[in-house]
């Protein structure tokens, strides 16, 4: 693909540092993609894998992923899996060394990682240096200099949901204490966890807000002629996500409902094992990124079923929410704050107890009446613009032209 030609002046460049490959991360790709689309040159930096390649031009901005041997050899020697019993005392003492060497082989890649970051960030000499989560914050500043300004994007309250040791959280907090004071503007993804970011680390400035939406892309919405309903789960299958509790509430579901899985993930031949002999459980391949809403609205309701395992789960915002919204779907959902505040102030799906298989499967059979079922669709349909990228490309493009032109932000 041929880079189109952009004339900026050195106040409109923008460098964005992130620790995925940029292989499927729909936020940082609409961040840089709405940026260059209203004038700024763009380039993300980000680590190579053997999934992509050194240099990449998209529409609208470029990456550019750095290699290292060494992150990659320091990569493969840690296994994220054994860091569990450092936490839990689960393994034998004898094992317990293992999972420390994999915890310094993480720190070892992941100091290695800001090394390589900042050092190609450095050489673009960007006016704008914007940070993605907590694991490029250093690599940022170093990169920016004293004279450059820092957009930080906050994600995740990151350190909260490392699953290593309490004091190593503790550390993590500190530091980025430190480091959050550096950028000149702080974004994140949901106005829960701004709040806790501007109380946790003394912040001046409560950070804004720009919820993780996908475009209001023309989708045709399904209109389904069977008699059976379908809730749908599309996404990773991770630890904490509730999902073992999704089939087991197969148990206490009328007749007319069928649980659908969607994706892949470590735990899959996990959930399929629970599945046996639950004929109201189907599992289906994933699809790619840029399919989740078009092929969700094949179903009746979305499900969203995290287990708030930590602060950070807690007062997530996921991403499968706002993806439920644009397939036209109504949401059965579990009982954490952001959910409870979008869910129930639009009347757009129910609430259950994580905790709870059956209080699933009561809330899937109470979703799929069609009265409920026809009433919620109808909200979210009338939402839907509200809860989109061309609503939040908008704030975020004020932020950026305030960098650029400072007015009135601090009123």
């Known amino acids: 693909m041929t880079r189109k030609t952009v004339h900026t002046n050195a106040t409109r460049t923008v460098c964005m540092l992130v620790t995925t490959d940029m292989k499927n991360d729909p936020r940082v790709a609409r961040h840089a993609e709405t940026l260059g689309a209203h004038g700024f040159h763009v380039t993300v930096i980000c680590p190579l894998s053997d999934k992509t390649e050194s240099h990449e031009f998209r529409r609208e901005y470029e990456v550019i992923r750095p290699r290292s041997t060494i992150r990659e050899a320091l990569s493969k020697v840690a296994d994220r899996r054994h860091l569990f019993s450092i936490v839990s005392n689960t393994e034998t003492a004898s094992q317990k060394p293992y999972a420390w060497i994999n915890l310094m082989s993480i720190a070892a890649s992941f100091l290695t990682t800001q090394l390589i970051l900042m050092r190609t960030a450095k050489k673009q000499n960007a006016q704008i240096y914007c940070s993605n989560d907590f694991d490029t914050l250093l690599a940022t500043i170093f990169a920016a200099g004293l004279d450059r300004t820092i957009v930080y994007d906050s994600h995740e309250l990151w350190p909260d949901m490392m699953l290593v040791p309490e004091p190593v959280k503790a550390m993590a907090r500190s530091i980025e204490k430190v480091l959050i004071k550096r950028a000149d503007f702080v974004i994140t993804v949901n106005e829960f966890i701004a709040t806790e970011l501007a109380s946790r680390y003394s912040l001046n400035r409560v950070?804004?807000?720009?919820y993780n939406c996908p475009r209001s892309d023309s989708v045709k919405l399904h209109k389904r002629r069977t008699r059976l309903k379908i809730a749908l789960y599309q996404g990773l299958?991770?630890?904490e996500r509730g999902l073992e509790n999704v089939v087991k509430a197969a148990d206490y579901l009328l007749p007319d409902i069928r649980l659908v899985f969607r994706g892949y993930g470590a735990i899959e031949q996990e959930l399929r094992?629970?599945?046996?002999?639950?004929?109201?459980?189907?599992?289906?391949?994933p699809v790619k990124m840029s399919k989740l809403v078009s092929a969700a609205t094949e179903a009746d309701v979305g499900i969203i079923p995290n287990?708030?395992?930590?602060?950070?789960?807690?007062?997530?915002?996921?991403?499968?929410?706002?993806?439920?919204?644009?397939?036209?779907i109504p949401i059965?959902?579990?009982?954490?704050?952001?959910?409870?505040?979008?869910?129930?102030?639009?009347?757009i799906g129910v609430l259950f107890d994580y905790r709870d298989p059956r209080s699933l499967g009561n809330a899937l059979n109470r979703a799929t009446r069609?009265?409920?079922?026809?009433?919620?669709?109808?909200?979210?349909?009338?939402?839907?613009?509200?809860?989109?990228?061309?609503?939040e490309s908008t704030k975020l493009l004020k932020l950026y032209e305030n960098v650029c032109c400072p007015t009135r932000l601090d009123q």
């Open 207 to 210: 950070p804004q807000v720009v």
């Open 237 to 239: 299958y991770a630890p």
């Open 332 to 347: 059965v959902a579990c009982d954490i704050p952001f959910l409870r505040k979008v869910i129930l102030e639009n009347d």
């Open 307 to 328: 287990l708030p395992t930590n602060l950070n789960n807690y007062l997530v915002s996921p991403n499968k929410l706002f993806e439920y919204i644009q397939a036209g």
């Open 370 to 391: 069609n009265d409920t079922l026809n009433r919620q669709r109808a909200n979210v349909a009338s939402v839907a613009k509200k809860f989109s990228w061309d609503a």
């Open 273 to 285: 094992s629970l599945s046996t002999g639950r004929k109201n459980v189907r599992f289906e391949a």
